[in-house]
């Protein structure tokens, strides 16, 4: 079965970027996998930041963007701020209406 | 606004069958979009579950498809989550959501509710 990575950690600097990646252990990810990006902080439901690859959801700030790099889809935070240290997950399409999400990246804001 | 809310029992004995409801308001399940079922076991990661269509089509997680089914009732407009042969490993929090079909995302999502196995 395929399995979607993700970096288990991460950290940036207030005001800094930083580029999460959604892989595949076989494979490249693109857009036909309807790439989608989820932030998680903890004690709370998951809230919707990005799908199709590159659209924001409603009221998620533009600081958050996603992208295709190469054979990973990304999320990048451009100028992070405290707040943005959570938990975020992606999710890509695998067809016959399977959905299955990477392990997650745990993001530190200091 | 679409809101989500799981109920079912919190504690579930190994080996039993586990079940929840979701009840959704602000829109009725029959006018389209899936509806899915995800979990957290305790400081782990998110895992899909499986959605399913108003009509009742399914699609299941291949490690989870031989104990996983889900069912719809348009009529109380909800959707349920059994799963059974439970073991501690099934010990999570679980979330209904909707999802968009055809851009395979999640949209509106439940709180959670927090099912444990243990005798």
């Known amino acids: 079965q395929t399995v979607v990575t993700q970096e288990p950690s991460f950290s940036v600097s207030p005001g800094g970027t930083v580029t999460l990646t959604c892989g595949l252990s076989?494979?490249?990810?693109?857009?036909?996998?309807?790439p989608s990006w989820y932030q998680q902080t903890p004690g709370q439901a998951p809230r919707t930041l990005i799908y199709?690859?590159?659209t924001r959801s409603s009221g998620v700030p533009d600081r958050f963007s996603g992208s295709i790099l190469g054979n990973k889809a990304a999320l990048t935070i451009t100028g992070a701020q405290a707040e943005d240290e959570s938990d975020y997950y992606c999710v890509l399409y695998m067809g016959s209406g399977i959905l299955v999400f990477g392990g997650g990246t745990k993001l530190t804001v200091l | 606004q679409v809101q989500l809310q799981e109920s079912g029992p919190g504690l579930v004995k190994p080996s039993e069958t586990l079940s929840l409801t979701c009840s959704v308001s602000g829109y009725s399940i029959s006018s389209g979009y899936y509806w899915d079922w995800i979990r957290q076991p305790p400081g782990k990661g998110l895992e899909w579950i499986g959605s399913i269509y108003y009509t009742g089509s399914t699609s299941y997680s291949p490690s989870l498809k031989s104990r996983v089914t889900m069912s719809v009732d348009t009529s109380k407009n909800q959707f349920s989550l059994k799963l059974t042969s439970v073991t501690a490993a099934d010990s999570a929090v679980y979330y209904c959501l909707r999802q968009w079909g055809g851009t395979y995302y999640f949209d509106y999502w439940g709180q959670g509710t927090l099912v444990t196995v243990s005798s």
């Open positions: 199709f690859t590159n």
């Open positions: 076989s494979g490249s990810v693109s857009a036909s996998y309807y």
